[in-house]
């Protein structure tokens, strides 16, 4: 099955700083990786998301790059203020198999300082 | 339009109890996924309905756990009986179609101690 590291585990930045997450999948298969934003006891919400056949998306100060060949993808956030301040889940998922349920990494703890 | 709801939000339990966590899915939502996350990990996937049907339990740790979801409407996860290890945060998400071709709104997640 897929497997999903994440790091790091936890990050912290001043404010204005860049911030900037990593993970690496297993399954080649896997052709769709969402990033989730979970606030402290708050729902994990989707902040962006890349498939297969896109090295790089951007979102305002959001971004995710998309490397097949090495099978990683990062999140990019510049500019970070204190409220992006959250738990950032990476996952993966192959969405033309029938295994189509999300692997995720443990998370990163990303602390912006003001 | 309303989204997904948990109940209940924080559960504490005696080693050898029963708990009941239930997921009301948006309106229209045929897909119900339940995730887990035990503290520090990843949050894993446990399984997923497509209205009443059971489409995928793979991820169900064990026979302590009853998923069931009848009528298609809400949903119900039962741990009997539970044990120390069940301890974590449990995550229902759904979705109109099957995700990732629509997108997946999660609740806010039942907080489970089991002590």
């Known amino acids: 099955g897929e497997n999903v590291e994440q790091h790091p585990s936890t990050l912290s930045v001043q404010e204005g700083d860049s911030a900037v997450i990593k993970c690496t999948y297993s399954?080649?298969?896997?052709?769709?990786f969402p990033w989730y934003k979970q606030e402290l006891g708050k729902r994990p919400q989707l902040i962006i998301d890349?498939?297969?056949?896109?090295g790089e998306k951007k979102d305002q100060r959001i971004a995710v790059t998309l490397n097949k060949t090495a099978k990683h993808f990062s999140l990019h956030i510049t500019e970070t203020q204190p409220e992006d301040s959250a738990v950032y889940f990476c996952?993966?998922?192959?969405?033309?198999?029938?295994?189509?349920?999300?692997?995720f990494g443990k998370g990163t703890l990303l602390t912006v300082n003001p | 339009e309303a989204g997904v709801t948990q109940f209940p939000s924080h559960s504490v339990i005696e080693k050898g109890q029963t708990v009941t966590l239930r997921c009301d899915p948006i309106?229209?939502?045929?897909?119900l996924y339940w995730y887990r996350r035990v503290m520090g990990k990843e949050i894993k996937f446990l399984l997923h309905?497509?209205?009443?049907?059971?489409?995928?339990e793979s991820g169900m740790p064990n026979n302590r756990f009853l998923a069931e979801r009848t009528g298609g409407t809400y949903s119900t996860l039962k741990v009997q009986p539970a044990e120390l290890e069940d301890s974590g945060v449990y995550f229902c998400?759904?979705?109109?179609?099957?995700?990732?071709?629509?997108?997946?709104?999660f609740g806010n997640g039942t907080r489970l101690t089991v002590t």
């Open positions: 399954d080649s298969a896997s052709n769709y």
């Open positions: 998400a759904s979705s109109q179609f099957r995700h990732p071709n629509s997108p997946l709104h």
């Open positions: 309106s229209g939502h045929d897909n």
């Open positions: 890349i498939r297969s056949n896109v």
């Open positions: 996952a993966a998922v192959n969405s033309g198999g029938s295994n189509y349920k999300l692997t």
């Open positions: 309905f497509v209205k009443e049907s059971k489409q995928d």
